[in-house]
């Protein structure tokens, strides 16, 4: 059974990077079919697919988030990475890993997700 765990700081300075880790177990970012996938839910609002990266290690980004957001993987440790830059306080919310067979996930009934981590945008 597949588990992933997200990680990093939960506290983040306006105008900086965040950057977040997937730690992956029980399965493979390679594995044929799947695609892996960073979702956030901001205080009051339902959750946002922000990107993915495919098996294959092609990656897809929701297109307003596009010019800030990189998705990416270390196949021998097993893991992904999101990196969104340019923060601002608005970036503030619970950000899940998950993956699943379809591109975008935005459902928790939908394939395997971490647990959560709240990352704070404040300077």
């Known amino acids: 059974q597949v588990q992933l765990q997200e990680s990093g700081p939960d506290l983040v300075k306006p105008s900086q990077t965040l950057s977040l880790t997937c730690t992956v177990s029980g399965g493979s970012v390679t594995t044929s079919g799947y695609f892996w996938s960073w979702i956030r839910q901001s205080p009051g609002k339902g959750l946002e697919w922000m990107g993915a990266?495919?098996?294959?290690?092609?990656?897809y980004y929701k297109a307003s988030l596009k010019s800030r957001t990189s998705i990416s993987r270390d196949t021998s440790k097993n893991y992904f990475t999101l990196q969104l830059s340019s923060v601002t306080p608005e970036d503030t919310a619970v950000y899940y890993c998950?993956?699943?067979?379809?591109?975008?996930?935005?459902?928790?009934?939908?394939?395997?997700w971490g647990q959560g981590t709240q990352v704070t945008v404040s300077s």
């Open positions: 998950a993956r699943d067979t379809e591109v975008q996930v935005t459902a928790r009934s939908r394939g395997s």
């Open positions: 990266i495919a098996y294959t290690g092609m990656t």
